[in-house]
Nanobody
Framework: QAQLVESGGGLVQSGGSLRLSCAASGIILGWDVWDEMRWYRQASGNDRELVAR???????VYGHFARGRFTISTDFAKNTMYLQMDSLKPEDTAVYYCYAAKSGGSPPYRLWGQGTQVTGSS
């Protein structure tokens, strides 16, 4: 069964860091198959918003709140993508989701993880 599984969330003090992981199973991550990988977040009562996305042709595009603090990366040897979050703030509190998409080949064409909670404390 194809799935993405996030981990690494938790409670962190303001100014602290967390690294979220998104491990793939049942699929092989790589730019030869997948077009785009993303991280989203959703705070309570808010819409889901894009945190960062990366393709095989760029080093990452970030939401305005994430620029300079967050870094998206991949390690295809580990079949995993990451989100390094530094200088965390209380307003970064949300459930964080990873996502992968492709336009060709066989399904699935879009995959979501189940989410991991990040809570920033002041």
């Amino acid at each position: 069964q194809a799935q993405l599984v996030e981990s690494g969330g938790g409670l962190v003090q303001s100014g602290g860091s967390l690294r979220l992981s998104c491990a793939a199973s049942g699929i092989i991550l790589g730019w030869d198959v997948w077009d785009e990988m993303r991280w989203y977040r959703q705070a309570s009562g808010n819409d889901r918003e894009l945190v960062a996305r990366v393709t095989g042709g760029d080093s990452g595009v970030y939401g305005h709140f994430a620029r300079g603090r967050f870094t998206i990366s991949t390690d295809f040897a580990k079949n995993t993508m990451y989100l390094q979050m530094d200088s965390l703030k209380p307003e970064d509190t949300a459930v964080y989701y990873c996502y992968a998409a492709k336009s060709g080949g066989s399904p699935p064409y879009r995959l979501w993880g189940q989410g991991t909670q990040v809570t920033g404390s002041s």
